[in-house]
């Protein structure tokens, strides 16, 4: 019931952008619209995430604590990116870079996008979430194209053909899951849910399900930034408005893996153990931390650092999910720190494009000294990415390496020496950009009042630092344990 | 799957003609040609559905049927030749193959399907051989993804691809129930829309649709 309230709700939150007029009632119905949904996502995560996974909505709906979390996730994070959307597009339109008509279908393409986020992770049925999951292609398409300038354009192109032909071949992994249930008794009106699917998936003929896996992996993979499918993600996260950039980074890339994670089990149930899902998740992790360490380290644009930065931790997850339990309860910490952290340097990335007008680094230059509200977030920003405690990554980047070492002591070799280099590049990069200031570089010294979007990136670092805390008490670690039990 | 020996051999024979339709739109260099067999093996594909809905007594894969033939052998091929039109894109389609080795590969790829059936069907099961052409038409898909230079070009293997599924689903599954079927078809369609009207945009600001001025963003 209150699961489709939420859908309701965060589609009237983007359909009431039509009744506002002017600027200002815009704001206020934009506000209003995504508290509602923030505050219902949040009630119904955090009431589900301690439970087992249950039914709701007479079948429609299927959530266990991982997709509560997701939820809290996708709640917490719309709320604070339309915060700092207000004074983000209040200063583009007051600068005529962006119209009344284009700020009007930003809010709507914003809330379309939780929809069919929110979609795919409470679906119980595989075919509404395929829907749903290429639905949040769709709504975002415009947004990269958000901005009618030649490179937009071309990001735009690739986001949509690289993932609606990688979402294609997911259906194909899809419709071959649903012949394989077939062939191991199910017939299709009733058992394309996930709930059936899971009961009888040790009866489904495992050389179909290795297929069916590939293509999904293939094809979601595409989506969650994988290396080499890949190509698409710094262009669309680095044209982007930066608080939509926040979203695509922080929360539609841990969306796309959960519905791989969902086929995973059944692959797993299918074969009678997981080894073989594992490599598969091995490989493209280490390769996908691996790849962009060259492109980090010679970036000269600060929003494609962080979109490589992103595809790395991507990376960094998967591998953990392919080191068995203890691995993915470092990838459940680590999601939700990596979520909480990019998407906070996103929304500082925003101030810095509105001050300077340019994304390369080379332009822009003490950023502490202009902006010293934003700097100062940034850089708390910098240091939770970087792993710095109390930040959430630290712990889960402990708990990857010690997973590891047991049975892959020099692939994570490797990694660690990676990242070394990521840390090095990222510091190089960002520090100058904070401190230095630049010959040539103009910086308009005057003074930076404290916005909406410096409350919501200060609402990151408490929430930063709160979850950080929370995983060290026992009872966070019985519930991750729980949630991860599920997913296994 | 099909009890009805009839409705078996002409299944054969409409399976074979797609497979033709594939190859004919990957050796065309006009779009308005390339558009007009897909629009043919789009209808060929309603009647598929339509036969199968027969065959199996499911009234709803009549609605596939019917939204099969409206969307792709009209709505989806009329927008691209329009917007195409309108936004002043040349009529022949920027290739970085020619025709002939295009059709060449084309092939090579089709033998490439039909060895990947194998492993997942017996050659003796009733549905091998259409399963074994949606997989053609998936895989020409992708390729024509590959090798077109415009972004119309590139558009008709992504709907190329999206035939070669929708075959697939049929064959292999009897199709999916109807809001799941419906869901896909609206992605489609919004997902041809947005293409489209991205393709009109870049035309507007460069001029030209092939993908080869789309060089900005690489590192």
Redesign the interface.
């Known amino acids: 019931m209150l699961l489709s309230l939420l859908l309701l709700v965060s589609v009237l939150a983007g359909l009431s952008v039509f009744l506002a007029s002017q600027e200002r009632t815009l704001h206020r119905i934009v506000l209003t619209g995504s508290t509602l949904v923030g505050i219902l996502a949040l009630f119904v995560g955090i009431s589900a995430l301690p439970t087992t996974p249950h039914l709701f909505g007479g079948g429609w709906w299927y959530v266990d604590p991982f997709a509560a979390l997701l939820i809290i996730l996708i709640g917490f994070i719309q709320w604070t990116a339309t915060l700092t959307s207000i004074p983000y597009l209040h200063e583009e339109m007051h600068e005529g870079v962006v119209t009344w008509a284009q700020a009007r279908m930003y809010y709507l393409l914003l809330q379309l996008f939780v929809f069919s986020m929110l979609l795919t992770v409470i679906s119980n049925n595989i075919g509404l979430m395929w829907v749903a999951l290429e639905g949040t292609t769709l709504a975002t398409t415009l947004l990269v194209a958000f901005y009618t300038r030649e490179g937009s354009l071309e990001a735009a192109w690739k986001y949509i053909l690289i993932c609606s032909v990688g979402i294609t071949l997911g259906i194909l992994g899809l419709l071959l899951v649903v012949y394989a249930s077939q062939q191991g008794g199910l017939s299709i009106g009733h058992a394309l849910t996930w709930t059936a699917l899971g009961a009888a998936a040790s009866t489904f003929p495992p050389a179909l399900m290795r297929w069916a896996f590939v293509f999904i992996f293939i094809g979601y993979g595409a989506k969650v930034g994988l290396v080499p499918m890949h190509t698409w993600l710094p262009d669309a996260h680095g044209r982007t408005p930066s608080p939509i950039s926040a979203m695509l980074s922080g929360v539609l890339l841990n969306v796309a893996l959960f519905a791989i994670l969902r086929y995973k089990s059944l692959v797993d149930a299918s074969l009678g153990s997981a080894v073989w899902t594992q490599r598969f998740f091995l490989f493209f992790g280490a390769l996908s931390f691996l790849l962009p360490i060259a492109f980090v380290i010679i970036q000269r644009n600060y929003k494609r650092l962080l979109a490589y930065s992103s595809i790395e931790h991507m990376g960094l997850i998967v591998f953990a999910i392919g080191l068995g339990a203890p691995g993915m309860i470092a990838a459940v910490i680590h999601i939700v720190g990596h979520a909480l952290a990019k998407s906070l340097l996103f929304f500082g990335t925003g101030n810095i494009l509105l001050r300077w007008k340019s994304t390369k680094i080379e332009h822009v230059g003490a950023v502490m000294q202009v902006l010293p509200r934003t700097g100062t977030l940034f850089l708390l920003g910098v240091l939770a990415l970087l792993a710095l405690p109390p930040s959430p990554l630290f712990l889960s980047e402990y708990l990857i390496v010690s997973a590891a070492f047991a049975h892959h002591p020099v692939l994570i070799l490797v990694l660690l020496l990676g990242g070394v280099l990521i840390f090095g590049g990222m510091i190089n990069l960002l520090m100058p950009l904070l401190y230095t200031k630049r010959e040539g570089v103009e910086s308009p010294v005057s003074s930076e009042p404290w916005n909406l979007s410096h409350t919501a990136m200060t609402l990151h670092v408490l929430a930063l630092i709160g979850v950080g805390v929370f995983c060290l008490t026992p009872f966070a670690r019985t519930l991750i344990a729980d949630m991860v039990s599920y997913l296994l | 799957m099909f009890n009805l020996p009839s409705s078996y051999l002409l299944l054969n024979a409409l399976a074979g003609a797609m497979l033709l339709l594939s190859f004919l739109i990957v050796g065309r260099v006009r779009l308005a040609s390339m558009l007009t067999w897909f629009r043919a093996q789009s209808v060929l594909l309603a009647l598929y559905a339509f036969i199968s809905a027969v065959a199996l007594s499911e009234k709803q894969l009549l609605i596939t049927a019917l939204l099969t033939l409206v969307l792709k052998a009209w709505f989806v091929p009329r927008l691209l030749l329009r917007t195409a039109k309108q936004s002043g894109a040349t009529e022949r389609m920027p290739v970085y193959l020619r025709p002939t080795i295009a059709v060449v590969l084309a092939g090579a790829l089709a033998f490439l399907a039909f060895t990947l059936t194998r492993?997942?069907l017996s050659p003796l099961a009733d549905s091998y051989l259409i399963v074994g052409v949606s997989i053609s038409m998936?895989l020409l898909g992708?390729f024509l993804?590959i090798v077109q230079r415009g972004?119309y070009g590139?558009m008709v293997g992504?709907l190329l691809?999206?035939n070669g599924?929708f075959t697939?689903?049929l064959a292999?599954?009897?199709?999916?129930?109807l809001?799941?079927e419906l869901?896909?078809f609206?992605?489609v369609v919004?997902?041809s829309i947005?293409?489209a009207a991205?393709?009109y945009?870049?035309q507007a600001?460069?001029e030209t649709v092939t993908?080869d001025r789309?060089?900005?963003?690489v590192?």
């Not at chain 2, 789309?214 to 963003?217: I, N, P, Q, S």
């Open positions: 492993s997942l998936l992708l993804l972004m590139q992504f691809m999206e599924i697939f689903g292999l599954t009897g199709g999916m129930p809001f799941v869901g896909i609206f992605d919004v997902g947005l293409m991205l393709s945009r870049v600001v460069h993908t789309l060089r900005e963003l590192d």
